[in-house]
């Protein structure tokens, strides 16, 4: 009988983007903790801050790469978990792409936020 937890598995993108995220994450983390926390009176922005906050191009960049980032990071980190449990190539497949439409999803959410909360005010 084949156990497919048994099976052998190269580490593959996945594992590659997962660790590269990993690291981006605690380098763009730390930004977002100083920008939105450390440097600001009483340690926390007001709406209207965080609007003018956000007029800044570059900081937009920096917040849509957090973003990116972490929601790449957790859906390799799902995928990987739900892979563990040793499914089909077509399961895994299938997976890979639902989570990709929920990332993307995630993502463009996030992206709409951004751009309603730049325009408001």
Not at 9 to 26: C, D, E, M, N
Not at 47 to 62: G, H, S, W
């Amino acid at each position: 009988m084949d156990n497919q937890f048994d099976r052998p598995r190269a580490p593959g993108w996945g594992w590659f983007w997962q660790a590269l995220s990993g690291v981006g994450l605690v380098v763009l983390l730390a930004l977002h903790m100083i920008a939105h926390h450390f440097v600001v009176p009483e340690g926390l922005r007001s709406f209207r801050e965080v609007v003018d906050y956000l007029r800044n191009p570059l900081i937009v960049v920096l917040e849509v790469l957090f973003l990116v980032t972490v929601t790449s990071h957790a859906v390799l980190g799902v995928r990987a978990i739900i892979f563990d449990f040793g499914l089909s190539e077509r399961a895994e497949k299938r997976v890979t792409q639902i989570l990709t439409l929920i990332g993307v999803l995630t993502v463009g959410y996030g992206l709409w936020l951004t751009w309603t909360i730049t325009q408001s005010i």
